[in-house]
């Protein structure tokens, strides 16, 4: 059984920055696009970023472009995203998950397996 395990929320004022990470199970981590997605209160889960198997390629949505960095360490089963210049819109619970394709897919059916989440509050 996969487990996904995030760290790294907490509350933040405007323009500061947070890191993400997280831990799988299992020894097949590098196998398997990765990625992030959050959701604030009343609204649905939407994609944050992807990264690819090896780490050379990342995808970001719109609204994080620029300011937010997905990266990760297939050697220690671990992912971050590296959160810069947070603004109060980026408030929200924060999953990681594993894709169920070989594509960095931007839907959450595209991920199979989901942490628990963790809470970033940004202040203004």
């Known amino acids: 059984q996969v487990q996904l395990v995030e760290s790294g929320g907490g509350l933040v004022q405007a323009g500061g920055s947070l890191r993400l990470s997280c831990a799988a199970s299992g020894r097949t981590f590098s196998s398997y696009v990765m990625g992030w997605f959050r959701q604030a209160p009343g609204k649905e889960r939407e994609f944050v970023a992807a990264i690819n198997r090896r780490g050379g390629r990342t995808y970001y949505a719109d609204s994080v472009k620029g300011r937010f960095t997905m990266s990760r360490d297939n050697a220690k089963n671990t992912m971050y995203l590296q959160m810069n210049s947070l603004k109060p819109e980026d408030t929200a619970v924060y999953y990681c998950?594993?894709?169920?394709?070989?594509?960095?897919?931007?839907?959450?059916?595209?991920?199979?397996?989901w942490g628990q989440g963790t809470q970033v509050t940004v202040s203004s």
């Open positions: 998950a594993r894709s169920n394709t070989l594509v960095a897919g931007h839907r959450p059916d595209d991920y199979n397996y």
